[in-house]
Structure formats: structure tokens, C-alpha cells
């Protein structure tokens, strides 16, 4: 069964600190790997996309980084700021159709303190 | 920031009433997506469409029905709302070359409460 896992569920940092959210998947075959960052009330915004080539991928302060052949996807985030407070998603792509079918993870909720 | 819009942004409506949530992008993408997500959990496809007089059901059993008449424009309907309709709804678009093609860009979604 295709499926997507994120740990932790939820997390909390403070300010200034670092953290790294995990995402462990069994989509077969593989595509992309995407993370999103989810505001509450809002829709998902993508941070970085990954092909099967690619092994890390940086956007600002937030590198994700790719091992297709343990399945394992880790988001970190360097200084974070209380901006980052937000739901992380993790999305697998697999390339078994047309329609590039996504996989979506529960994310991870994270809280940055002051 | 993505150029696609979803309105309204909130609705609660009683049992039984009809509706429409919109949802509109201005990217020229052929590829569209409708998702429902409830709180802490992951999105779940429910309709998608590969282009114009083209649509599909999602993963996820959906009562809503969808229609693609124009490029840009992808709304959703519910013929008769129902307390288990409450959710979020989320569109979203997808198109252009190299790594963007496989980007989904997602619109602000609809709070759906219906009561």
C-alpha cells in the first residue's frame, strides 16, 4: 500500500532554533518528493520539489534533503523564525499514471516559541 | 505567489441547500484538482480534471459534482449539503514545463460548515 509518513506528528521549537521533520514513504514507483508548508486556513505552498536525481534541495532557510533508496525525506529548517510556525506536509508523486497521483502526508505541526 | 482563487473563503449554510464553490486560475494550467481536508489530517483527492469537458472522481467518494467549460475556471457543486460535507476545500492547478509541470499550486480554500 502507498503510503507517507511524517514524524513528529507535532513539534515545538523556539525561536532562532533548528529542527528537522522526517518523511518516510512506500510509493512505488517514485517520481517526485515534494514538501509543503500549510498555514492554518490556508492552502499548502510548496517549499521544494526533488526528482529521483536529486539527493538535496534548498529554499532559504529550508534545505530537504532525498534517499530514494531508504525512502526517507528530512525538511530542515535553520534559525527559525515565528513565521515558520506551521503544518509541513510531505507528498510523494508516483509515475504509475497519467495523473502523477500525490501522496500526502498528515504533516507535521510545528510551533516556533519567542 | 500562485494566481489561483478560490471563493467563498468561508460558508455556513443549513441542511439541504445547494452549492457552488468557485475556483479560478489565471496560469493557463490544463491540469485542475479538487481536495477536502479535514483538520490534522492529510488532503484527499476528490475531483480532477485534465482540461477543458474533461473530469474524474477522485480517490475519496465525493456527493460534490465538478465541470470544466473554460481553461481557468473549475467550480464545485453540492446539490444538497449535508453536516458530513463540513470540511476544508482546497483547489488546485498544475501545468507548465520542466520540474514546474509537476507543481500543484493550491488556492487559499473554502471552510465549508454546514449546520
Known amino acids: 500500500k502507498n503510503q507517507v509518513e511524517q514524524s513528529p506528528q507535532s513539534l515545538i521549537i523556539l525561536e532562532g532554533k533548528n529542527c528537522t521533520l522526517q518523511?518516510?514513504?512506500?510509493?512505488?514507483?517514485?517520481?517526485?518528493l515534494r514538501w509543503y508548508k500549510q498555514d492554518t486556513g490556508r492552502g499548502p505552498v510548496s517549499l521544494t520539489i526533488m526528482t529521483f536525481s536529486e539527493n538535496t534541495k534548498s529554499n532559504g532557510r529550508y534545505t530537504a534533503t532525498l534517499d530514494a533508496d531508504t525512502k526517507q525525506s528530512s525538511l530542515h529548517i535553520t534559525a527559525s523564525q515565528l513565521s515558520d510556525s506551521a503544518s509541513y506536509i510531505c507528498v510523494v508523486s508516483d509515475r504509475g499514471s497519467t495523473l502523477g497521483r500525490l501522496y500526502f502526508g498528515r504533516g507535521t505541526q510545528l510551533t516556533v516559541w519567542p | 505567489e500562485a494566481d489561483i482563487y478560490q471563493t467563498p473563503r468561508y460558508l455556513v449554510i443549513g441542511t439541504g441547500k445547494k452549492i457552488t464553490l468557485e475556483c479560478s486560475q489565471t496560469?493557463?494550467?490544463?491540469?485542475m484538482y479538487w481536495y477536502q481536508q479535514d483538520p490534522g489530517m492529510e488532503l484527499h483527492l476528490i475531483h480532477y480534471?485534465?482540461?477543458?469537458?474533461?473530469?474524474e472522481k477522485g480517490d475519496l467518494s465525493s456527493e460534490s459534482t465538478v465541470s470544466r467549460i473554460r481553461t481557468e475556471h473549475f467550480p464545485l457543486t453540492l446539490e444538497s449539503a449535508r453536516p458530513s460535507h463540513t470540511s476544508q476545500y482546497l483547489c488546485a492547478s498544475q501545468g507548465g514545463g520542466g520540474t514546474s509541470s509537476y507543481e500543484q499550486y493550491f488556492g487559499p480554500g473554502t471552510r465549508l460548515t454546514v449546520t
Open positions: 480534471s485534465y482540461g477543458v469537458n474533461s473530469t
Open positions: 518523511c518516510n514513504y512506500t510509493v512505488s514507483p517514485f517520481s517526485n
Open positions: 496560469m493557463g494550467h490544463d491540469k
